[in-house]
Nanobody, 116 residues
Framework: QVQLVESGGGLVQPGGSLRLSCVASGSIDSIYGMGWHRQFPGKERDFIGHVTRVGDTMYSESMKGRSTISIDNGKMTVYLQVDGMTPEDSAVYYC??????????WGKGTLVTVGS
């Protein structure tokens, strides 16, 4: 099993940047990649982007260009930065990890609210 703990959520100023981090623990050797999703109220969880442990990244079309996902294998931590935040980016942001055999793990989520 893999445990994921997000940090860095809360209130973000409009036009500012969101920075989240997520630390993985447990069976971390099984992890192939990590990343982020978000969920708006009453909606399905949306893909933001993933990064493999060798640094290959993939982003959703809507988040490409203003999102950066990176991984620190030594700390087993994945980071998300989203620039140009608007109130429409307010959501619960979830950390994700995928294993080499296809198992998925999720963090509990962190609430991000964009406002002044």
């Amino acid at each position: 099993q893999v445990q994921l703990v997000e940090s860095g959520g809360g209130l973000v100023q409009p036009g500012g940047s969101l920075r989240l981090s997520c630390v993985a623990s447990g069976s971390i050797d099984s992890i192939y990649g990590m990343g982020w999703h978000r969920q708006f109220p009453g909606k399905e969880r949306d893909f933001i982007g993933h990064v493999t442990r060798v640094g290959d990244t993939m982003y959703s079309e809507s988040m490409k260009g203003r999102s950066t996902i990176s991984i620190d294998n030594g700390k087993m931590t994945v980071y998300l930065q989203v620039d140009g935040m608007t109130p429409e980016d307010s959501a619960v942001y979830y950390c994700w990890a995928g294993s080499r055999v296809g198992t998925e793990f999720w963090g509990k989520g962190t609430l991000v609210t964009v406002g002044s």
